[in-house]
């Protein structure tokens, strides 16, 4: 059962709806994925679509695959708090260009990585993984172009 602050926007992402989170918020989210196709959830912290900074709480599961994508318009921020993971670049051919590890356990806290706008990239998730991601709002779906 979900948690009473929390309201359904499509298949496994949610809005909440209150001005604080549950105290197993992990918890909550990783319950989500655990039963979505995709591996995934998040939670977004923005009111609506239109807003001008999107703000979302995501749990991806170990072995969660991310299409390698790029955004138009504007950079994102990802903001590591608990996991390990990789980022990976790839150039408009396709060929992977470099690749960043993520490791908070190591880092012994959160880890920021701003990925450029027009840059194609995916994730893997060596470990479940917690961060926030942050983009310049109102949210387009057809400013995302996938590979």
């Known amino acids: 059962m979900l948690p009473e602050s929390f309201s359904k926007i499509i298949n496994d992402v ?3 709806n209150e001005s604080f989170s549950p105290d197993n918020l992990n918890e909550e989210l990783r319950k989500i994925a655990i039963f979505s196709p995709r591996k995934q959830s998040r939670i977004c912290l923005h009111k609506d679509d239109s807003d001008l900074v999107q703000l979302m709480y995501i ?3 170990k072995g969660c695959e991310v299409r390698i994508h790029k955004h138009l318009e ?3 921020w990802i903001i590591f708090i608990k996991g390990e993971s990789q980022i990976i670049y790839f150039n408009d051919e396709g060929e992977e260009i470099k690749r960043v590890s993520i490791n908070t356990n190591k880092s012994n806290g959160p ?3 701003i990925i450029p706008k027009q840059q194609y990239h995916t994730l893997l ?3 479940d993984t917690y961060f926030l991601e942050v983009k310049q709002g ?3 779906k057809n400013s995302t172009i996938y590979f």
Do not use: A, V
């Open 14 to 16: 949610y809005r909440l």
């Open 59 to 61: 749990c991806h599961l």
């Open 74 to 76: 504007f950079p994102e």
């Open 111 to 113: 880890i920021i990585q």
């Open 125 to 127: 998730f060596d470990e």
């Open 138 to 140: 109102p949210f387009k």
